[in-house]
């Protein structure tokens, strides 16, 4: 099995709801990542702590990278980058749904030789 993190960052103004869900659809996946590296990009709010620590408690594979102050996504990024324990990473956001067979099909495509993958996104309101 291939090792691999998956990176979000989240900042105050993040959906508590749409992050849970973003959560359920990363453990909703037919492989499973090895990491979560999450960022807390400054003071969260009570409800996303709430968040976090429920699925800490439910899957201890997270690895929170705390910043004092907001920094913005770049930098928050960089720091998860550099906090994260393996070489191939997966990037959400905190509002992404992603189907059950992204981490999957991602990886298959990294062990036959490609060093970036991505994919189709649909956006719904």
Request: glycine share 4%; aromatic share 10%.
């Amino acid at each position: 099995m291939t090792e691999f993190s998956v990176l979000i960052s989240i900042y105050r103004k993040e959906n508590p709801v749409w992050f849970r869900d973003a959560l359920e659809s990363v453990f909703a996946q037919t492989v499973q990542p090895s990491e979560i590296v999450l960022v807390e990009d400054g003071p969260l709010t009570p409800e996303l702590y709430t968040v976090i620590d429920e699925y800490c408690d439910m899957h201890p594979i997270f690895n929170i990278v705390k910043n004092e102050k907001n920094l913005g996504l770049g930098l928050a990024l960089r720091n998860g980058l550099l906090a994260a324990k393996f070489d191939i990473l997966a990037r959400m956001d905190t509002d992404d749904i992603i189907p059950p067979h992204r981490f999957a099909t991602q990886l298959a495509k990294i062990e036959e030789g490609y060093d970036v993958v991505s994919c189709w996104s649909t956006l719904f309101l």
